[in-house]
C-alpha cells in the first residue's frame, strides 16, 4: 500500500494564480480531509468528506474548493493563490470520520508559498 | 460548541524526567481524543486514542494519557523523557469536525 500521496511536495505560486493540490489513498477510506499547518497554529481543516460525492466545510474553507468524485481522490483546488495561503498544506484519510474513534492516516505534505 | 485547547506551546524537560503535555476540551456529545506527533520535518503519526473503552489509554513509545471527564481533560504523560521525544504533540478531538489544537513543542535538555 502507498498509503496517501500527495503532489507536488513543493509548489511557488504567484499572486492570482490557481492551482490544484492533489491526494490520493489506496486504503479505500470513506473519510478524507485537508489540512493547513501555520507556525503556532496547529493543523486547521479546510474541508472534509465522509464519501464519494459528499463534501464539507471545516474551520477555513475560504479560497479553496474541493470536489470527491472517486473514494481514492480528494483534490483541493486554489481559486486565486494569494500570500495569505502560503502554508503547508496535508491531506489524511480514515476509515470513519467524525465522532469514530479511527486513526488518521496523513500524506507527505506541500509545502505551498505564493508571492 | 467543540474545541481543544493545549495548555502550554512550549515544554522543556530534561532527560530521563516525567514528561506532562497538558489537553482540555469541550464537546457537546462524548467525542473521541487522539494525540499525535510530528517529529522536525517529518509527516504526523498517531501516539494513542481514547475510544470509551478505558480511561488511561496506552500508547507508543511508553506515552499514556488519562481521560477526565469531569474535568474535560485528556493529558498526555511518560515517565522518563529521551532524547528522541522531541516533538511537536497535538491533541485532537473528533465529535462533529476533527479538530486539532495549536500544538505543543517538546524539547529534551542532555
Known amino acids: 500500500n502507498a498509503g496517501v500521496t500527495q503532489t507536488p511536495k513543493f509548489q511557488v505560486l504567484k499572486t492570482g494564480q490557481s492551482m490544484t493540490l492533489q491526494c490520493a489513498q489506496d486504503m479505500n477510506h470513506e473519510y478524507m480531509s485537508w489540512y493547513r499547518q501555520d507556525p503556532g497554529m496547529g493543523l486547521r481543516l479546510i474541508h472534509y468528506?465522509?464519501?464519494?460525492?459528499?463534501?464539507d466545510q471545516g474551520e477555513v474553507p475560504n479560497g479553496y474548493n474541493v470536489s470527491r468524485s472517486t473514494t481514492e481522490d480528494f483534490p483541493l483546488r486554489l481559486l486565486s493563490a494569494a500570500p495569505s495561503q502560503t502554508s503547508v498544506y496535508f491531506c489524511a484519510s480514515s476509515r470513519g470520520g467524525t465522532g469514530h474513534s479511527y486513526e488518521q492516516y496523513f500524506g507527505p505534505g506541500t509545502r505551498l508559498t505564493v508571492t | 460548541a467543540q474545541s481543544v485547547t493545549q495548555l502550554d506551546s512550549h515544554v522543556s524537560v530534561s532527560e530521563g524526567t516525567p514528561v506532562l503535555l497538558r489537553c482540555n476540551y469541550s464537546s457537546s456529545y462524548s467525542p473521541s481524543l487522539f494525540w499525535y506527533v510530528q517529529h522536525p520535518n517529518k509527516g504526523l503519526q498517531l501516539l494513542l486514542k481514547y475510544t470509551s473503552a478505558a480511561t488511561l489509554v496506552k500508547g507508543i513509545n511508553g506515552f499514556e494519557a488519562e481521560f477526565k471527564k469531569s474535568e474535560t481533560s485528556f493529558h498526555l504523560t511518560k515517565p522518563s523523557a529521551h532524547m528522541s521525544d522531541a516533538a511537536e504533540y497535538f491533541c485532537?478531538?473528533?465529535?462533529?469536525?476533527?479538530?486539532f489544537g495549536k500544538g505543543t513543542r517538546l524539547h529534551i535538555l542532555p
Open positions: 485532537v478531538v473528533s465529535e462533529v469536525k476533527i479538530i
Open positions: 468528506s465522509v464519501g464519494a460525492g459528499i463534501t
